[in-house]
């Protein structure tokens, strides 16, 4: 609710014969995210190494089970040009010629840390997901300190599409949920491979000071503190107020494409637009 306009959050929606379809879903120009919820964390032997099959059984009950009803959730809403929800009673009609992407979002409970960032890293290991697609995976927590950075759709959306790119990237990527956040607002969260394909593996660290400090000062101190931001020029971020404000359909695409530009792009075409305005 702090991203979405809350007329377009649903909380726990219906198939039409009954059965719960999401945990949370959110159609919001186009998009659809289901979130599925899981209470399970890892049990002391799983956390501490002690069991491995245990590991991958609470894996299994933390992340690919919710997975699974993602899945079912996608493959219903892309069966139909016509799906339709129960929400409280009343039926939600969708038209399913105007969905273009589909984001399947799986919330623990318990931080599960570097496991459920790449998991790519573990899947050799684990086997959890032979399918090779992964769901956007993360903690409650990390949820509310995201939520609290990330306000706007297209930019929620751009950092969960940067986040399913790191499980292609050729070399493994290890670090938490908030140093990838941070590391999204220090560049964008590119891993270029100019520059990191030369590396079998990744590890990001110190990124998240700049998040450590607001979570503190906000949390700790109890101080009014506005979150951290990614450096933009001036101008752009009300370019992009404005593109998200419009009711046309696809706008949030249109900001993606916008925050997807390099930062001098950014600069130009906020310049362009400023000299056509003067004209």
Known sequence: SRVFPPHMIFLNPDYPDGNEFSDVAVL?????????????GLTRNARVGGDFLQLRTDMQAA???AFNQAVRARQYIRSSEKPALNVKGMRL???GTFITDIYLITVTLMPLLMSATRFENIEDALGLFPEKEYPFSLALGDLDILTQIVKSPAMFLQYVNRRLTIEKTLFGVHADEIDLLGFYLHQGMYFDESEFGKYNEVSLSGFSDQIDEFVHRKYDLGEAVEPPAPPLPGGF???LESVESLSSMYRTDCAIALLDM???ARAKIVEVLEDTRTV
């Open 28 to 40: 919001h120009d186009g998009k659809i995210l289901i979130f599925q919820c899981k209470a399970k």
């Open 63 to 65: 992340i690919r089970d």
């Open 93 to 95: 009609a969708i038209d």
């Open 237 to 239: 971020s009300e370019l």
């Open 262 to 264: 390099s930062g001098p």
